[in-house]
């Protein structure tokens, strides 16, 4: 059933600018941190979650995200053990969830079951990088739809302006811009001409909200994206954090730095 | 055309282009224009020279007499094994690099598994005099050292994947990783029928020449233009794709494909994907794959590391389903004893990739006025440890 409560993504885009969202692994670095993790971030300041499904060959994400998909999957972590994690994600999270994940273990878990589940733990929308557009719009969206699920897709620096357009008609979340043409993780800092590319994105007055991710590390580079889109996505940066130290005071102390200018 | 790719990017139910939309602009550039590029005059005019004149091509279809005399029937083999760099890939990297500059490239990247893509594209590098890099499985540059060699002496940058099981499969994640990384200068050229669209068609296209020899070949020599049956192996599926291509709308050719079964179908090292796989999308293309029920890919094993991959062409994927091919699961110890029967009967040492084709013999029986072609793909040089270690000669 459609819940009659607006989707947490519109909402939040609705109250907020500088939305940080940041991106870990299911199941990492322990199998039973999912939850655990999730409420951590919310209370460090967080305004956004990703959650990874993770997969045997992530070909969009370099190294630490690979590593950590991988340490996850050899710990048994599943989509179906994922759901049940998320059954008590709403009892400690109130901010907008996605789940992040390549379209395989998707299709085999089974599209309508994947919206099912989503709605019922009270995930809100997926981002999916490897679902192309056209097999989106012919046999996806009407579930997502009917589920009250947002799909998000990636715009890159090689993105037609006509594409980006396409894209921004079919969806009704947000768009993701990939910030320059790598995998995730993969560049540090921001170079001049990805500032341009902010700036044309900012100037096609697209109808969705836009969030910035891939090499997004620091304050400064999230004070960058801020500058041109609604706010920037952290994963690789947060997972080394996480790798180092998953205590709630070293998340805190992450998102804070992400967040506040050190003095 | 039933068995061909549909204008969506189909083969049946599977193919497509499963890609993160930072590889778009690049898979779509090569979709608009692959067709108009190899069909053009000027692209066909070079390709026929170096086919010709650099790979060796025509390649002899031999009657094989006494191993047809063994197995009362007619095999013809079609000698693939003596392109140059000694199988059949080369084809393939021939057109891809013409096409490559004619997109305005000035870098080629690749996968392999056991080297002979590798070597196969690091060769046509040299020839053209473009930068080549190569993954390769960390596991596999050890198992296959002499093919590391080789693409190094041709000019290669040989890059190992650390990745995952650090096998083929990885390989090509790196490999997409990299032209991610590199959208501007770069084509990759893929080694097998796999990928996403239009790669297993333009693959098969390029191998396509070998069905287009077997037909004016058979005509000189048995008045007819099609055998009754085609015998190829499949990894992803790109020789048997090329031999099977100008009869896959031909019912009266029976097209028989011979999957690595490793240590047999159900002991957990196989690579026999039709057998133990379902539908699933693995690098770029929706196909028949091996995997566990949550969807992760499972490593495969065959003796041949050019067989052993998890997944199958999409083409080859819709010629099981549809039930156009047989499909046979060899084993590594049927392979070896069909390549090492070859070597006595004819004075051929095959890959063994190609073992598992000839294995078919041992499996199912042919009448004896039948015509049977044999894509023999590559040969057994760059085997010859494995066949060594194995001892039963």
């Known amino acids: 059933m459609q819940t009659l409560m607006k989707n947490r993504i519109n909402q939040l885009f609705e109250d907020k600018k500088d939305v940080l969202n940041i991106y870990f692994t299911a199941g990492y670095p322990s199998l039973g941190d999912t939850v655990k993790v999730a409420s951590a971030l919310e209370k460090a300041g967080a305004d956004m979650l990703e959650i990874g499904m993770p997969f045997s060959d992530p070909i969009a994400d370099g190294p630490t995200i690979q590593d950590s998909s991988q340490i996850a999957l050899e710990s048994g972590m599943t989509l179906e053990l994922l759901f049940e994690q998320l059954e008590e994600l709403r009892a400690h999270v109130s901010i907008p969830v996605l789940l992040m994940g390549y379209v395989n273990p998707v299709m085999q878990f089974g599209i309508e079951r994947f919206c099912e589940s989503c709605e019922q733990v009270g995930v809100d929308g997926v981002i999916v990088p490897d679902l192309p557009m056209q097999e989106y719009l012919e046999t996806y969206q009407s579930l997502f739809d009917k589920h009250g699920i947002r799909n998000t897709f990636l715009i890159s620096p090689n993105t037609s302006e006509d594409r980006i357009r396409q894209i921004d008609d079919c969806t009704n979340g947000f768009i993701y811009v990939v910030s320059s043409s790598s995998i995730t993780g993969a560049k540090k800092g921001v170079q001049e001409g990805q500032l341009a590319y902010y700036q044309r994105i900012k100037e096609m007055n697209l109808k969705n909200p836009q969030l910035i991710g891939f090499g997004i590390s620091d304050h400064q580079t999230y004070r960058t994206a801020c500058d041109y889109t609604n706010g920037a996505i952290i994963g690789s940066a947060f997972i080394k954090q996480l790798s180092k130290d998953a205590s709630e005071e070293g998340i805190e102390n992450f998102v804070k730095g992400i967040k506040e200018k050190s003095s | 055309m039933q068995y061909g790719v549909d204008e969506r990017g189909y083969y049946g139910q599977f193919g497509g282009a499963y ?332 890959a063994i990739e190609t073992s598992h084709a000839l294995a078919v013999f041992g499996k199912r029986t042919f009448g004896s006025d039948e015509v049977i072609v044999v894509n023999l793909s590559g040969r057994g040089d760059k085997d010859l440890e494995t066949y060594i270690k194995w001892g039963k000669y």
């Open chain 2, 19 to 350: 890609i993160p939309e930072m590889l778009f602009p690049n898979v779509e550039e090569l979709r608009v224009n692959y067709l108009d590029i190899i069909e053009s005059d000027d692209f066909k005019d070079e390709f026929q020279h170096l086919l010709r004149n650099y790979v060796g091509r025509p390649t002899p279809l031999y009657f094989a007499s006494r191993l047809s005399e063994k197995y009362k029937t007619k095999i013809y083999l079609k000698r693939e094994d003596l392109c140059h760099t000694g199988a059949h890939k080369v084809n393939n990297t021939i057109g891809q690099i013409l096409l490559a500059q004619r997109l305005g490239k000035s870098k080629i990247i690749a996968e392999t598994g056991a080297g002979q893509h590798g070597v196969a594209t690091a060769t046509v590098c040299a020839l053209m005099g473009m930068e080549c890099v190569v993954y390769m499985g960390e596991i596999d540059m050890a198992r296959q050292r002499p093919n590391v060699e080789r693409m190094k002496i041709l000019g290669a940058t040989v890059k190992p994947a650390i990745s995952g099981s650090k096998t083929l499969k990885d390989a090509t994640n790196e490999a997409m990783r990299h032209w991610i990384n590199n959208p501007d200068d770069t084509h990759y050229i893929i080694g097998s029928v796999v990928g996403p669209h239009p790669y297993p068609d333009m693959v098969a296209r390029f191998q396509s020449v070998i069905s287009e020899e077997i037909q004016n070949q058979l005509q000189e020599v048995e008045g007819r233009n099609a055998p009754d049956h085609v015998i190829a192996c499949v990894g992803g599926g790109s020789n048997a794709a090329g031999a099977f291509y100008h009869f896959l709308e031909d019912k009266g050719v029976n097209l028989i494909a011979a999957e690595a079964a490793g240590l047999g179908i159900s002991s957990g090292k196989s690579a026999a994907t039709t057998a133990l796989g379902k539908p699933g999308v693995l690098h770029g293309s929706k196909t028949i794959l091996m995997q566990t029920e949550d969807g992760q890919v499972v490593e495969p094993y065959s003796i041949s590391a050019g067989l052993d991959y998890p997944g199958i062409g999409p083409i080859h994927a819709h010629l099981f389903d549809d039930g156009r091919a047989e499909f046979f699961g060899i084993s590594d110890e049927e392979a070896m004893l069909a390549g090492v029967e070859l070597s006595k009967l004819e004075g051929i040492i095959p």
